[in-house]
């Protein structure tokens, strides 16, 4: 049997890269790639000591193979018989052991034992268990393994000498947000004489922070004598804040003993920031320095983020190297911050001028301040190309980018589908000595995925891998989120599935959930996401608001507003609240189907109900007002945006351009064109093919190749569409040679055409009995390698026969057998259109 566990885990760690699945290397376990010399077991270690001493042999093979590895390689049955052999002693000095070597595998032990052969534990691995998962913050199995051990129990009378366990359960309850058992064990305790611990009473004053009750158990610290701690202060603090309380949390910021932590001084100056005081922030600043208190990134972040908003930028800025002279090193959030600072204000442009004015003052030279910021502003902008340019500027200079540049540059490039880029920035980046997190590489993983380029997905985490990075949640997501962006619904699933049902992945983790239940809503398969929530709540995972929303999104794909709205009134009762993204997709539905008054109702109710409207939400309002032809209110819509502070996207003045050249308003729709252009809006291809259709049917066809010209002039990218309006407007208007101009130029750009565009310029051609124009469009369709279907034919043959030119209908008949049309149909279509004209 040993023989055979070498084997499999050599041929394991042999198999070739190609052949191994995306799945099935996501779900290997770190411990599983060991070499196989760590697997030398003698058959005589397996057995337990006589003496009772510790049996190595299980220990070892536990070790290595952990649960999964038991189960994955076979020797389940060889396990099931050494443990039969073992009693409760034995198995309290292996997890013991385990505790302090491998507490993972001690975890993984214990519920083997108990969950796949009913062994039945002590209190003392019990307990030894329950310390091993408080510390790793592991509450959902500590509760879990609590309850069980409270319904092995007749009373609590062999509780009272461990105050231990006690105290761990009422933290367990606190944690888990089961306020009021977790004051019942506290009162029972009492009963008992023990006395709760500090890190217990802290967490009840966490989560009753938002009330009176807070001074309750505050009171209570106060009475037991128990020393407080600097987060019991926080916490206190904290309170006072939510409880909008600034002059009693100042107030105790001023008591002497309480020991202020930064975390305290930290909510006040962020509750006063948020309010819009960062003048009395910066003096809550100034007040922590006076009391010995150091300042933390967080507190830097909260004035810089104020003095943002003020639009003080300049100030903001050298709060930033002051923060770099005390030694508190810039995170993510202050450069995005910062970033997002200029955005706001229009200044991202002018921000390097802006930057080196300020730098003048202080610094000599650019540093590594400067250029991260520019990077993520350029970046925040889309400006990925300014953003890759500024980082060679920085190398020139002998600047090094740090881990933000990095991280922000990687991130960008994936979101643009520039994700080989991103690898080689990866590389770069630590060749200059930084270390890439499982975040930077769980974003190239999905990016790769949602590519369908699963293979270099898979080696770039098998380097994660080597590199001892190993997989977390997020890479398990962004893989699934990859195959469900670019893979079948079946093989989403099947790796879903895997996911789910693997040791080594937590199964509560509702995010993938979402994920699978969002594809399935895309796809209209409402029955597969309804199973899936229902598998959630099954398990008692929470859904979230993203899970109603995909519900809801799928009925309304489905046009089941039935389902739709019991999925809406359903998230009440889950303790969630809707959001904007609920409303609108509810909203657009009704749109869709032209029922205008729910809308508005929809509308009303998200106000009513205090949530804020999106660019989305503004959207499918603007879609409503202009399908009931109020294009004065929808056109409102857009100044109600900007005077809220939402910007319009690209589709909101589309819907507007589109209603307005319906209305044969053009002027007014160039207008706001050049309305988008004003706010750095840039008009995209379908903003173009609305005006140029807009100017073939309802203005002049003339400013349509104007308008044309001058995009092909200025190298706009144009789709297919654009071509085909203009071909079919002059096919309309009789001019044969622009349209053939045209045709000619949309084959020469590359563009698929097929069958049906040349079908519908000859088609068009015929009806106006211009039969040598189409004739020519035949002869182009054959050159191009396209063949004709039945349908061109047939409208050829009709106008052949309009103009009387029998030479060109024998002409046409063998044309037709060498395309593939049976003669028999060739004669039957001339006859039948002969008949036809007869009647006529």
Request: aromatic content about 8%; some cysteine; glycine content about 6%.
């Given at each position: 049997?040993l023989?055979?566990i ?23 376990k ?19 000591a ?20 038991v189960k994955?390689l ?10 039969s052999?073992?009693?409760?002693t ?6 013991d ?20 052969y009913?062994?039945?534990?002590s209190?003392?691995?019990q ?19 609590f ?7 007749v ?50 004053l966490h989560?009753l ?7 309750d158990?505050?009171n ?11 987060q019991?202060?926080?916490i ?45 922030a ?10 010995g ?9 909260i ?15 050298k ?19 910062l ?54 500027e920085?190398?020139?200079?002998g ?33 200059d ?32 891998c ?11 997501r962004?893989?699934l ?23 080594d ?14 594809k399935?809503?895309?796809l ?27 519900l ?11 389902g ?15 959001n904007?993204i609920?409303y609108?997709t509810?909203?657009?539905f ?11 109702d ?5 106000e ?29 819509q857009?100044?109600h945006?900007?005077s ?28 706001l064109?050049?309305?988008m ?5 840039k ?31 200025h190298?706009?990218?144009?789709k297919?569409?654009?071509y085909?309006?203009?071909i079919?407007a ?32 000859i088609?068009?051609l ?24 039945i ?38 279509l001339?006859?039948h ?8």
């Amino acid at each position: 049997m040993l023989n055979r566990i070498r084997h499999q885990c050599q041929s394991l760690l042999r198999l070739p890269f190609p052949s191994l699945s995306p799945a099935t290397l996501i779900l290997t376990k770190s411990s599983s790639l060991l070499s196989a010399e760590s697997l030398e077991l003698e058959p005589s270690t397996t057995s337990p000591a006589a003496n009772g001493s510790l049996p190595s042999g299980i220990l070892s093979l536990f070790k290595v193979l952990g649960s999964s590895g038991v189960k994955l390689l076979g020797v389940k049955h060889r396990f099931k018989t050494l443990v039969s052999d073992l009693n409760s002693t034995q198995v309290d000095e292996i997890i013991d052991h385990l505790r302090n070597d491998d507490p993972d595998s001690a975890v993984e032990l214990f519920e083997l034992l108990k969950n796949e052969y009913g062994f039945k534990h002590s209190r003392v691995s019990q307990l030894v268990i329950a310390h091993v998962l408080a510390s790793q913050r592991r509450l959902k199995l500590l509760r879990s393994n609590f309850m069980q051990m409270l319904q092995e129990e007749v009373d609590f009378k062999d509780w009272k000498s461990n105050a231990v366990v006690w105290d761990i359960l009422a933290f367990a309850y606190s944690r888990s947000n089961m306020v009021h058992d977790a004051l019942c064990i506290i009162a029972k305790m009492k009963d008992f004489n023990i006395q709760p611990s500090i890190l217990t009473y802290n967490s009840l004053l966490h989560n009753l922070r938002h009330s009176d009750s807070m001074w309750d158990v505050y009171n209570d610290i106060k009475e037991s004598g128990i020393q407080e701690t600097k987060q019991t202060n926080s916490i206190l603090v904290d309170g006072l804040c939510k409880q909008s309380l600034m002059q009693e949390a100042i107030t105790l910021l001023h008591v002497k003993d309480s020991s202020p932590h930064v975390a305290s001084f930290n909510t006040v100056m962020s509750s006063f920031s948020k309010m819009g005081f960062v003048d009395i922030a910066q003096s809550i600043f100034c007040l922590m320095l006076k009391f010995g208190v150091k300042p933390d990134a967080y507190s830097y972040n909260i004035l810089i983020n104020g003095l943002c908003i003020a639009g003080s930028i300049q100030d903001a800025l050298k709060l930033t190297n002051d923060m770099v002279k005390h030694g508190v090193n810039p995170d993510s959030i202050t450069y995005n911050t910062l970033a997002k600072g200029f955005h706001v204000l229009g200044k991202i442009n002018g921000a390097s001028k802006m930057i080196q004015e300020t730098l003048s003052k202080g610094l000599k030279n650019p540093n590594s301040i400067t250029y991260t910021l520019l990077i993520c502003g350029n970046c925040q902008e889309g400006k990925v190309d300014e953003s890759i340019n500024l980082k060679n500027e920085m190398v020139f200079y002998g600047c090094k980018l740090n881990f933000i540049s990095y991280s922000v540059l990687v991130s960008s490039l994936c979101k643009i589908g520039r994700v080989d880029e991103a690898l080689c920035l990866l590389y770069e980046m630590e060749i200059d000595g930084l270390k890439p997190d499982v975040v930077m590489y769980s974003i190239i993983i999905h990016g790769f995925c949602k590519q369908g380029e699963i293979q270099k997905a898979i080696q770039v985490y098998m380097e994660m891998c080597n590199n001892r990075i190993f997989p977390n949640v997020f890479t398990h997501r962004a893989v699934l989120l990859g195959i469900c962006g670019r893979g079948s619904v079946f093989e989403a699933r099947k790796h879903f599935d895997m996911l789910i049902s693997s040791d080594d992945i937590d199964i509560q983790d509702i995010v993938l959930y979402n994920i699978m239940i969002n594809k399935y809503a895309k796809l209209g398969m409402n029955r597969e996401s309804k199973q899936l929530f229902d598998q959630i709540l099954e398990k008692g995972i929470d859904p979230t608001i993203v899970t109603f929303n995909s519900l809801i999104y799928g009925f309304c794909k489905a046009r089941d507003l039935i389902g739709a709205m019991r999925s809406f009134h359903n998230i009440e009762d889950h303790g969630l609240v809707p959001n904007a993204i609920t409303y609108t997709t509810l909203m657009n539905f009704f749109c869709e189907e032209g029922n205008m008054q729910k809308v508005f109702d929809m509308k009303k109710e998200m106000e009513d109900n205090g949530v804020d409207p999106t660019h989305v939400t503004y959207t499918v309002i603007i879609k409503s007002l202009c399908k009931q032809k109020k294009l004065q209110e929808s056109l409102l819509q857009i100044n109600h945006m900007f005077s809220n502070g939402i910007f319009p996207d690209e589709v909101s003045y589309n819907i507007l351009i589109q209603s307005l050249c319906k209305a044969r308003e053009i002027e007014k729709a160039f207008e706001l064109h050049d309305e988008m252009m004003s706010h750095n809006l840039k008009p995209d291809a379908v903003t173009y093919n609305i005006l140029m259709n807009g100017l073939c049917v309802y203005g002049d066809l003339h400013d349509a190749d104007k308008l044309f010209l001058y995009l092909r002039e200025h190298d706009f990218e144009l789709k297919k569409a654009a071509y085909t309006i203009l071909i079919k407007a002059h096919c309309v208007k009789g001019d044969v040679d622009r349209a053939m101009e045209v045709f000619s130029e949309m084959v020469e750009m590359g563009f698929e055409v097929s069958v049906r565009d040349y079908s519908g310029v000859i088609n068009r051609l015929c009806k106006r009995c211009l039969t040598y124009e189409a004739k020519g469009f035949l002869r182009m369709m054959f050159n191009n390698g396209v063949v004709p279907d039945i349908r061109v034919y047939t409208g050829m043959m009709y106008a052949f026969h309009v103009v009387g030119d029998v030479h060109s209908i024998h002409e046409l008949l063998p044309n037709m057998v060498k395309c593939g049309i049976d003669s028999h149909v060739s004669i039957w279509l001339q006859n039948h259109i002969k008949s036809e004209m007869n009647l006529h």
